[in-house]
Nanobody
């Protein structure tokens, strides 16, 4: 079955950087749309960034210019490089996979990012 596992979260000061990784197994990684979402208590999960199989990326306005999503198909891994972090970036970050034909989606368990002021 499809499995996603995030890593790389942690505690960082304002202005710092983190790189999240999401390792995928159980599917042909290269054909899928990958994304990063985040959620804070009491709020809906929100889109952070997506990347298609062809490498086209899209970002939430709040992270444009600071975050970069990328993928390594040989490693079945998607990354989220987060720079110039702000306290409002504090959240549980989830990796998402969407199959292009069925639009089935899968989620990882999440990794916590905390930005201190």
């Amino acid at each position: 079955q499809v499995q996603l596992l995030e890593s790389g979260g942690g505690l960082v000061q304002t202005g710092g950087s983190l790189r999240l990784s999401c390792k995928v197994s159980g599917t042909i990684f290269s054909i899928n749309i990958m994304g990063w979402y985040r959620q804070t208590p009491g709020k809906q999960r929100e889109l952070v960034a997506t990347i298609t199989s062809g490498g086209t990326t899209d970002y939430a306005d709040s992270v444009k210019g600071r975050f970069t999503i990328s993928r390594d198909n040989a490693k079945s891994t998607v990354y989220l490089q987060m720079n110039s972090l702000k306290p409002e970036d504090t959240a549980l970050y989830y990796c998402n996979l969407e199959k292009p034909l069925t639009h089935s989606t899968y989620w990882g368990p999440g990794t916590q990012v905390t930005v201190s002021s």
